[in-house]
């Protein structure tokens, strides 16, 4: 009996037309186009053929081995070498046929819903919707192939397969299908690629944000955003009424948000009006385009950003990387409208931040910028540098040289924020056990106490430096991160008024530059005759007095913040007048800037590294400066073992500044190891954090581990995990992104097994899983 005809729209692609996007396309790719029919028989027949039989063996040449084993089983090939048991995933693109002619890439016909179904059924045996190997399902399934319209059948094997097909049924859901024709090649893809594929077209777009009228339907759903009567609320700068009037009719065209507008007064960082909005938190505006409404005049848009905190520096280094130049342009942008209207690089875009500064990175951002530029637009491009560089300057002079930032006595510079009162952002309970005894001292609950010591009534100096360093972590010392990041603008500003601006650089916002050098005579001076204080107006800057201020920053660095008895850089307690000897892999940045001589730098490389480096990178602090965890001190998330990537990154970047390649790409493949063996063994996970010492992601360290929670596939990664892994690549070798594509251990890869680290006994991760799952 024939087979049934199959009725199709006119618009329909067949898959025996030959016709099939490409097996590592982009998913709006490779699902965003029509559905694709079979010719041979009608859906009903297209069955999906699922398995839970023991493992069975399997040719070497179509899959590779590690897909093929759980840690919980043996290897399914047998008599390998265990250091050759992972080969190079998605190499294999081709089969041979019976007849020993090459066939064509295996493909599948999958029906979407049915197979989601199935394999959760089957294989989420947690019931997390995600398929990792702490799962104990059978870890196998059949799928009918499409050439033969689903009546053969292949089986798909191990948690990497099935996690890849979990994550393409879900983007394959996103776009609409019910059936695809899905590459054999898209579930085995090297891991590495996967990865970096899912970052560039998929994680940066999710992130992207914009604060606009379209942009707050996302925005003002975030419950951070929201008042206690849950109306959101954005705040306007003083001296923008268009952008004011803007979002005032935003809120007309848009009841459904019941958006409120404020506008700010012009002084709007001071400590006292910034408690009072503690009670009505909002949305910071951010910078907007003039765009053609249409109907003849102009509109304004939000410019699209992916910003959070400093990691923004951090997250764009990884688009830059790939290619998105705009996005990281239009960053620096928003940075440039906060200096001019906030008085400073917030911490983050809400109301809460307006006192506190976030780490200064904006001239390296710039200047990185600019070199990515079109240069056609060379007087366009021109100009943009010059609205950061004049918003740097600024803020150096406004903020970092400054009091109470800056120490007049060292010179150097400290993270020491405004702020008056508790520190409104944190859960209702975080600071229970500190207000406590001070209740308990004038007779109140915590909450009489706590509204009492927030409007002034009550008095509690000793509370107000309590909450001063909770803002500032450290508000008395001057960092070696901090003071290493400001030679770094010194040095960039200097070179950037010399070699673009001609070495003469006019400033036009008006505002009064740091006594130099610094001193508390000369700001003693200054505030006994203001007229002595130099306006940012009186001339143009030169690139000399930027190189000298970079040279004593320099000798203060060294006076001050190196060790060489300890061969490291140590902050500097500016209240006790001592090196603080915590040991900290911000010790690196300096390498980073440029402030070390070649002498530290070799001391740091042969001496101190080997104090950080851990087989999954290395970690913020050492064990030992750390401590034994107690009750009085509790596990934290900057500390020893934990490892994140700003401290990669610019010690990546420092030590091959310095000429130290390998050591740069030794560490660069632990990170990258560690995330690839996370994405590999559990859905395609890219964490904020890792355990570096048992690489592990699955911590829960202050306030957890962000961008685990997700349903089948992951949908933005975290930031400047994204941004490492971009980076990290660019270090490797091609031996060594086989090598990590492989997920082979730094103890095993002789090409970076090298230097100083620790060795570990049981470090298999499903091990570490399963011991991290006993103990929580």
Not at 592 to 620: N, P, T
Request: charged share 25%.
């Amino acid at each position: 009996m024939p087979p049934p005809t199959l009725g199709t729209a006119p618009s329909a692609k067949f898959f025996d037309s030959g016709e099939h996007p490409a097996y590592n396309a982009a998913s709006h790719v490779y699902y965003g186009g029509p559905e694709v029919h079979t010719r041979a028989r009608t859906y009903s027949n297209v069955g999906l053929f699922f398995s839970s039989r023991p493992p069975a063996p399997h040719p070497l040449d179509s899959i590779d081995a590690y897909l093929l084993q759980d840690y919980r089983r043996k290897p399914i090939i047998q008599n390998r070498d265990p250091k050759q048991r992972r080969l190079s995933h998605g190499e294999y693109h081709h089969r041979t046929s019976q007849s020993g002619t090459i066939a064509g890439p295996r493909r599948f016909l999958v029906d979407v819903e049915e197979t989601i179904r199935i394999v959760l059924e089957q294989e989420d045996t947690d019931g997390d919707f995600q398929i990792s190997i702490t799962d104990s399902g059978p870890k196998i399934m059949s799928l009918g192939t499409a050439t033969s319209n689903g009546f053969k059948s292949f089986d798909i094997r191990g948690t990497y397969m099935l996690s890849n097909l979990l994550q393409e049924l879900a983007l394959a859901k996103d776009h609409g299908r019910k059936r695809i024709v899905l590459d054999e090649s898209r579930l085995t893809e090297n891991p590495v690629d996967r990865l970096s594929r899912m970052i560039k077209t998929s994680f940066w777009n999710a992130l992207t944000r914009r604060i606009d009228g379209d942009g707050l339907e996302i925005i003002c759903a975030d419950p951070k955003n929201r008042t206690a009567n849950i109306r959101p609320l954005i705040y306007v700068p003083h001296g923008e009424p268009r952008m004011a009037e803007y979002y005032r009719q935003v809120a007309r065209e848009k009841p459904h948000l019941g958006l409120q507008v404020s506008v700010l007064p012009e002084k709007c960082d001071n400590p006292y009006f910034v408690q009072s909005l503690n009670d009505k938190p909002g949305i910071l505006a951010l910078a907007m385009r003039e765009i053609d409404d249409g109907h003849g005049g102009t509109s304004l848009k939000g410019i699209p950003f992916v910003l959070y905190n400093w990691d923004s520096y951090f997250i764009s280094l990884g688009l830059l990387v790939d290619g998105q130049v705009d996005m990281a342009q239009g960053m620096v942008d928003h940075f440039v409208f906060e200096i001019k209207h906030y008085g400073k690089i917030l911490n983050g875009s809400r109301s809460y931040y307006l006192c506190r500064a976030q780490p200064p990175f904006l001239t390296d951002m710039a200047l990185q910028i600019f070199n990515q530029l079109d240069r056609s637009k060379a007087k366009e491009n021109k100009e943009w540098l010059r609205r950061a560089i004049q918003a740097a300057i600024k803020e150096y002079h406004t903020v970092w040289m400054a009091l109470p930032r800056l120490d007049p006595v060292t010179g150097l510079s400290r993270y020491r924020p405004d702020g008056v009162g508790i520190p409104p952002e944190t859960e209702a309970s975080h600071f229970t056990h500190i207000l406590e005894p001070y209740a308990h001292k004038h007779g109140l609950s915590v909450l009489d106490f706590s509204e009492k010591y927030n409007d002034g009534t009550i008095k509690e100096p000793q509370l107000d430096e309590y909450f001063l360093h909770d803002r500032a972590i450290c508000a008395n010392l001057a960092t070696i991160d901090l003071n290493s990041l400001l030679y770094k603008y010194e040095v960039d500003i200097a070179t950037a008024i010399r070699d673009v601006f001609e070495d003469s650089f006019e400033i036009e916002d008006e505002f009064f530059l740091s006594p130099f050098p610094p001193s508390p005579e000369a700001f003693e001076a200054e505030k006994k005759r203001p007229s002595l204080r130099a306006s940012s107006t009186a001339a143009p800057q030169t690139s000399e007095i930027w190189f000298h201020r970079a040279a004593l920053r320099k000798e203060l660095i060294d006076q001050y913040l190196w060790n060489d008895s300890r061969k490291l850089y140590f902050d500097y307690d500016t209240v006790k007048q001592k090196q603080i000897k915590y040991e900290s892999v911000t010790a690196f940045w300096a390498l980073w800037a440029g402030c070390a001589s070649e002498e530290q730098a070799w001391k740091l490389v042969a001496h101190s590294m080997a104090k950080f480096e851990v087989i999954g990178g290395l970690v913020s602090g050492t064990e030992e400066s750390r401590g034994k965890i107690s009750l009085d001190r509790p596990n934290r998330q900057w500390d020893f073992p934990y490892a994140w990537p700003p401290h990669q990154i610019m010690t990546w970047v420092g030590l091959e500044r310095y000429g130290y390649l390998e050591e740069a790409q030794r560490l660069a493949y632990r990170f990258l190891y560690m995330m690839t063996v996370a994405f590999v063994d559990f859905n395609g996970v890219v964490p904020e954090k890792f355990d570096a010492v048992k690489l592990s992601h699955m911590v829960d360290a202050e306030y957890g581990n962000q961008g685990l929670d997700f349903k089948m596939v992951p949908r933005e990664g975290f930031g400047w995990m994204n941004s490492a892994y971009q980076v990290g690549l660019s270090f490797l070798t091609t031996h060594m992104r086989r090598a990590v594509a492989t997920c082979t251990s730094p103890n095993e890869n002789s090409s970076v097994h090298l230097g100083h680290h620790r060795t570990l006994s049981g470090t298999d991760p499903f091990d570490i899983a399963m011991d991290t799952l006993s103990i929580n």
